[in-house]
């Protein structure tokens, strides 16, 4: 009887672990995916670019894998210091 109690609050607590890993990792995406929208382009940089809204979008999503966690202002800010850094001579 004693082994039935201890087989069942075994079961209950890999139940609860397992539970509470998948509920974990749901939210971490939700928050991931929240933090992935971003705003539009700063025309400064816009204007690095030459008008490419399209380089300006893969510039932040690759800042974004790079530096995961960042407000959607900082990957804008990052990607345009580093477009200004890299075209000084």
């Known amino acids: 009887m004693l082994v039935k109690l201890l087989l069942i609050a075994l079961l ?3 139940a609860w672990l397992l539970f509470s890993k998948s509920f974990n990792r749901s939210s971490r995406q939700r928050s991931l995916a929240a933090n992935s929208k971003r705003s539009a382009p ?4 816009i204007s690095l670019l030459n ?3 399209a380089a300006a979008h ?10 995961p966690g960042q407000s959607s202002q ?6 345009t210091w580093d477009l200004e850094r890299d075209r000084r001579w």
């Open 51 to 53: 008008g490419d809204t």
């Open 58 to 67: 893969r510039l932040f999503d690759k800042a974004q894998q790079r530096n």
């Open 74 to 79: 900082w990957y804008w800010e990052k990607v």
């Open 42 to 45: 700063p025309k400064k940089l």
């Open 12 to 14: 209950i607590l890999a």
